[in-house]
């Protein structure tokens, strides 16, 4: 398969914000690391899960893939063509090919908007179809994520809509305008149990149907096992695990991986699991831990830990870990 | 023991739109220390359930009927200002949101302070103390008391409302959806916290969550919600083994688990009934493969089967 979105090195500091006096005390600017030097690829019609706690970087990986927000340094190649620089009419262009679903359906739709209107925006942005085929599409887009009676639906506004039916509106816009590369920031983790499998399957129709890569964020390994092709585990802007789902569930290699893997909780009171919570909390990224990231939390570090970074290394066929014990 | 005993308690909404049934009918005991796990969808009034035994229901909720005894207490009987002794002190609950729970003015100290100067009649440097204390067990470092809400993270935050409920050695806790803000990482700290808290000071708890495998985890029995009314209890692995109600089977199937295999899940079709116009018959009918013509004029009774297992369901 060839590789849709490939990332070389890309890194992201966010600046810390502080006065002309406390710059003159420190004489430094000190940045928050958010995301600190990752390469990856995605595969053309893969699913490809980031996972990691909050602060670990994950959502600042799918606003910069989809150029929300600029890089600080490092490079990206979109089917075949070096972005990392783009601007203006290129932007837009660019823009029609990648969207984004945000994690709270309840924030990112405006509660003025009808939902007719929210899911006919994107269409008139970008100008895909003539006028008098707007209103059928959004209609037809609105059957097929299991909102019928679609025209009840078009005329509603996001506040009578339960929660699961706004994050379909919420994929509805951003599949409408058939782009090539969706990113799911969180797209279940506010929605009841009960209903996340609906949606994940609503998902991987859509994907099918229009021949969509993905990338997903979650910080939920159950979520990933169920729509992953790849997962890679994130850590203080780091990857440090990355394989085939597979690979990576089945033998996962990194103590992060294997605490974060323990800790889903198991709905089968027959099966306890031990769950290998590592201490404290994830550190602050402006000034992160020196050798492995991980190293202050991690139940085996050893001495090398502390000193030097472990690199990403292949240890078997789809499967790379950063861990100098593995 | 009983420490908990509801019995046919009505909760009901008086909004413009007409009466919102979010408790329709709901009998629950809850033993001495017991966990005990209320599962449900949102919107099924499992929330309301918990507020109430803290007789916190907002406006313009109101309790219509039923009965909660606690320790033997007609909770309902009390006034206000007897109510308000109970609260914290025999009583405590966890809410979900941390962000909307601690006020974003006050320190921590400030917060945990003011609640042990309400209740008990000590000086203000041994309430101090206690505050360390508490916020030790939870593991808050002492030289952090002075700071503000937005200085933690979530998962400290969660801590500090923990630190909060247990402040006055409560008996009971409702913790409702105490980690469903949280990352899976922190979930699993919170709750191992909660659990041993539990044991260290002889609690009981009821925890509401929406999660499936959190429940199966935590809690002795488990009681699930639907559309306000309780449709299945039974103790834990009981509840594993043989789920009787078809939701009850149908929501234990949606949970995905980890696993490097392909797995299909089932879900359930449709969505829970209004609560201001509950359908006659039995609440789940238009969602559930078994249904039959009863199910739709006639709502079922509560039947017993086997051991301390109840089931709401014309099927039984």
């Not at chain 1, 294997?258 to 027959?270: D, E, G």
Request: aromatic letters at 6%; charged letters at 25%.
């Amino acid at each position: 398969m060839e590789d849709i979105i490939t990332t070389i090195n890309v890194k992201k500091y966010f600046p810390i914000k502080m006065n002309f006096l406390q710059y003159l005390i420190t004489r430094k600017r000190e940045y928050i690391k958010a995301v600190d030097g990752i390469s990856f690829s995605l595969r053309k019609g893969e699913t490809f899960t980031l996972v990691g706690e909050s602060g670990s970087g994950k959502s600042t990986i799918g606003k910069l893939l989809i150029k929300s927000l600029e890089l600080t340094d490092g490079k990206m190649i979109f089917e075949g063509k070096d972005i990392t620089r783009v601007k203006g009419n290129e932007l837009k262009a660019l823009r029609r090919k990648m969207q984004i679903v945000f994690q709270d359906p309840y924030s990112s739709l405006n509660p003025t908007m009808k939902i007719g209107d929210t899911i006919e925006r994107p269409l008139k942005i970008h100008k895909i179809c003539q006028k008098r085929k707007i209103k059928e599409k959004a209609l037809e887009m609105l059957e097929n994520i299991g909102l019928s009676p679609a025209e009840d639906f078009y005329e509603k506004y996001p506040w009578q809509l339960s929660g699961g039916q706004r994050q379909r509106v919420a994929i509805a816009r951003a599949i409408i305008i058939c782009p090539e590369f969706v990113v799911l920031d969180e797209p279940v983790s506010m929605i009841d149990v009960s209903l996340r499998t609906l949606i994940l399957d609503l998902l991987i129709k859509l994907k099918q149907q229009y021949d969509l890569t993905y990338l997903f964020i979650t910080h939920d390994l159950a979520i990933a096992s169920y729509i992953s092709n790849t997962i890679a585990t994130m850590y203080l802007g780091k990857i440090i695990e990355l394989g085939s789902k597979k690979e990576v569930l089945a033998s996962p290699k990194h103590p992060y991986t294997k605490a974060l893997l323990s800790a889903v909780p198991i709905p089968n009171p027959k099966m306890k699991r031990k769950k290998i919570i590592p201490k404290g909390e994830i550190p602050n990224p402006i000034n992160p831990p020196t050798g492995c990231r991980f190293h202050p939390r991690c139940n085996y570090a050893e001495e090398i830990c502390g000193k030097k970074e472990p690199e990403l290394v292949e240890v078997s066929k789809d499967h790379k870990v950063a861990c100098h014990l593995c | 023991m009983k420490l908990l005993d509801i019995k046919n308690l009505r909760v009901y909404y008086f909004s413009e739109e007409g009466v919102v049934k979010a408790v329709d009918g709901v009998s629950l005991s809850l033993n001495k220390g017991e966990t005990l796990g209320v599962v449900g969808e949102s919107g099924c009034g499992k929330s309301t359930l918990g507020l109430s035994v803290l007789r916190l229901v907002p406006y313009p909720g109101k309790m219509v009927s039923g009965k909660i005894f606690y320790n033997g207490i007609d909770l309902l009987s009390l006034s206000d200002e007897e109510v308000r002794k109970l609260r914290g002190k025999e009583i405590a609950m966890i809410f979900q949101n941390p962000d909307v729970s601690l006020n974003p003015i006050m320190n921590i100290k400030e917060h945990l302070v003011e609640a042990i100067l309400t209740h008990e009649e000590i000086d203000e440097r041994e309430a101090v103390e206690k505050t360390e204390e508490i916020l030790g067990k939870v593991g808050i470092p002492k030289n952090r008391i002075n700071d503000y809400p937005h200085q933690f993270s979530g998962g400290m935050k969660q801590r500090i409302m923990i630190a909060l409920a247990l402040l006055l050695n409560p008996k009971l806790i409702i913790a409702d959806e105490p980690t469903s803000s949280l990352d899976v990482l922190i979930q699993a700290k919170t709750l191992e916290l909660l659990r041993n808290l539990k044991e260290e000071y002889g609690l009981s708890l009821i925890l509401i969550t929406h999660d499936f495998g959190v429940v199966f985890e935590e809690s002795d029995r488990i009681a699930v919600m639907y559309a306000g009314h309780i449709i299945e209890i039974a103790k834990n692995t009981e509840l594993y083994d043989k789920p009787l109600h078809p939701y009850t089977q149908a929501l234990i199937k949606a949970v995905p688990t980890v696993t490097p295999e392909e797995q299909k899940l089932n879900y359930i079709l449709g969505m829970p009934p209004s609560l201001l116009t509950p359908p006659k018959g039995c609440r789940f009918y238009a969602r559930c493969k078994y249904a039959r013509e009863i199910c739709k004029f006639k709502e079922p009774k509560t039947a017993t089967v086997g051991r301390e297992h109840i089931v709401k369901c014309h099927l039984y």
